[in-house]
């Protein structure tokens, strides 16, 4: 029996330790696949948060490229602005005009920041602003600016002359004018009216005037002038119950037209003369009981006209 009894105790003992071995395996193998799963999940979580700051990067970045130009424009006088344009980036190239006329550029030189001061001019006049980057970003800006003439210039015609007429709000100091490119005749103002009367060169030529006020405020007026005189024409009393129209060109009498009181005439002298006759042309014609009110035109070569009316009773 004892020996029964020690094997049987051998056989508990033996099926003892089995079972510890197994129980302490069991734990050991739930860590390892708990640590795996753990690692895992922490390698997916460093690829995300990666994946999601190079994305965030990446926008970051082409957000930084696609930024604009700044374009700043500041009224410092009232017929003057200051204009800036800055960047993040070197300015490639910044232009600016009036009423979509000549461009204006501004050195750029890479720099980030470009400024100028810009003259407004009179009246109302739209400036426009463009401004580039190296990377291609534009920018465009536009401003409509009414400004009053300081000065005021007017050029008409006064029978083979021209006069010129300058009114400023201010105290006028000065005009100068010229022909062409011809020395300028400078003629001193006083007050804020100024004129001067001035001959009219033959052919075409290009009349400049400049009219300087007492703050130094300036205008400028250019005008093209086709120098061609005008005809000479009267009317006399024949004193034989007539009238006699007179008229002379240095270039010839075209046509002449008239009228009396109500009823109207027209000689085409250019159909029936030659140019010499008509460089000097009189005509006579009856004139009726009582009032005559009498209106001539005469048009030379150039089709350049006077007028000249009277009354004549008989």
């Known amino acids: 029996m004892n020996q029964i009894l020690s094997v049987d105790n051998s056989s508990i003992k033996k099926g003892k330790i089995k079972t510890q071995k197994t ?52 009224n410092i006088a009232e017929t003057e602005i200051l204009l800036k344009v800055t960047h993040d980036k070197p300015l490639a190239k910044v232009i600016y005009d009036w009423n979509g006329e000549t461009e204006t550029s501004l050195p ?31 920018i465009e800006y536009t401003q409509v600016y009414t400004l009053e003439e300081a000065i005021n210039i007017n050029i008409e015609p006064e029978g083979n002359n021209l006069k010129i007429i300058a009114n400023g709000i201010n105290n006028l100091q ?8 011809d020395e300028e005749t400078k003629v001193d103002i006083e007050g804020k009216q100024g004129e001067q009367t001035i001959e009219i060169p ?31 024409v009267e009317v006399v009393d024949s004193g034989d119950g007539k ?18 009181n ?3 005439y027209t000689l085409n002298l250019d159909q029936v003369l030659e140019l010499e006759e008509r460089k000097e042309f009189e005509y006579s014609y009856e004139l009726n009981d009582g009032e005559n009110k009498i209106e001539v035109i005469a048009y030379n070569e150039s089709d350049v006209e006077q007028t000249y009316t009277t009354q004549i009773n008989k």
Not at 108 to 136: F, R, S
Request: charged share 30%; with cysteine.
């Open 23 to 74: 129980r302490n395996r069991g734990p050991a193998d739930i860590h390892s696949v708990v640590k795996f799963f753990v690692i895992s999940i922490l390698i997916f979580g460093i690829c995300i948060i990666g994946s999601g700051s190079y994305s965030m990067y990446k926008e970051a970045t082409k957000e930084a490229n696609n930024t604009k130009p700044v374009i700043y424009v500041e």
């Open 108 to 138: 750029c030189n890479n720099k980030q920041e470009v400024e100028t001061t810009v003259e407004i001019p009179t009246g109302v006049n739209t400036l426009t602003v463009k401004a580039t980057d190296i990377n291609g970003q534009e």
């Open 174 to 181: 000065y005009m100068t004018y010229r022909w062409d490119e």
């Open 202 to 232: 033959r052919g075409l030529h290009k009349l400049t005037v400049i009219v300087v006020d007492e703050k130094n405020k300036t205008q400028t007026k250019e005008q093209e002038v086709n120098g061609v005189t005008k005809p000479k």
């Open 243 to 260: 009238f006699t129209i007179k008229a002379s060109d240095e270039q010839g009498i075209k046509k002449i037209e008239f009228k009396v």
């Open 262 to 264: 109500e009823k109207k």
